[in-house]
């Protein structure tokens, strides 16, 4: 059966199904016998299967709520002088991110974030005035990658912004497809090649 159908056509669908079963088990059909052996068995696969089926927009929310979430407990660590804990979240997003602090979003500053130099921000101190720290241009950046903040500047976030973004925006969806039961109006196909295509025109922009 193809959606929509309707309450009356499912009954015959599953009516016409039980008699056509009865049928083959009264004849003793080998074919069907050998096809539905062992399939009245729920196995723990099955039942994961089914559990996951049930949950798996919630495994899913809540895994990209701790991700996004856990890096903004860095700064927090740090403000309140827990420096072991927010060095082990630093520690463990390392690899997932370059977290060079001109790239990143800071809590508990005089500004949310600290720009390179280069991006000619007006009214915004940069990373190089706050710092001094001017060899941003090399190409492992591990002066920026180490700085963390201060009580004056502030205290970076574990992830560098475009992380924040790329999967803040996937737990916001996420947690929206739940609160909408589910169900969200369909999108024309050329609003997904935009949004898709959104992320390489910006880099295109970004070098013209």
């Known amino acids: ?116 130099a280069a991006a000619n921000m007006p009214g915004v101190l940069t990373f190089e005035q706050v710092t001094g720290i001017t060899d941003t241009n090399d190409p492992s950046r591990l002066q920026a990658r180490a700085f963390e903040g201060n009580p004056t500047l502030g205290y970076k976030v574990a992830f560098c912004e475009r992380d924040v973004a790329i999967w803040g925006a996937m737990a916001l969806f996420g947690l929206i497809f739940a609160a909408t039961n589910r169900r969200l109006p369909k999108l024309n196909w050329m609003i997904w090649v935009l949004v898709g295509c959104s992320d390489w025109l910006g880099w295109l922009f970004a070098i013209v």
């Open 1 to 116: 059966m193809k959606a929509p159908f309707t309450r009356q056509q499912l009954q015959m669908t599953l009516g016409a199904a039980t008699d056509r079963r009865a049928q083959l088990e009264k004849i003793n059909d080998k074919a069907f016998q050998m096809n539905t052996a062992g399939s009245d068995a729920i196995t723990r696969s099955d039942r994961f299967s089914f559990w996951l089926s049930k949950h798996y927009l919630l495994i899913f929310n809540i895994f990209l709520v701790l991700y996004v979430g856990i890096p903004f407990l860095a700064p927090i660590f740090k403000k309140i002088n827990w420096n072991g804990p927010a060095e082990v979240v630093y520690k463990i997003y390392s690899p997932l991110c370059h977290q060079w602090a001109f790239r990143s979003f800071f809590l508990f500053g005089e500004q949310a974030y600290y720009p390179h």
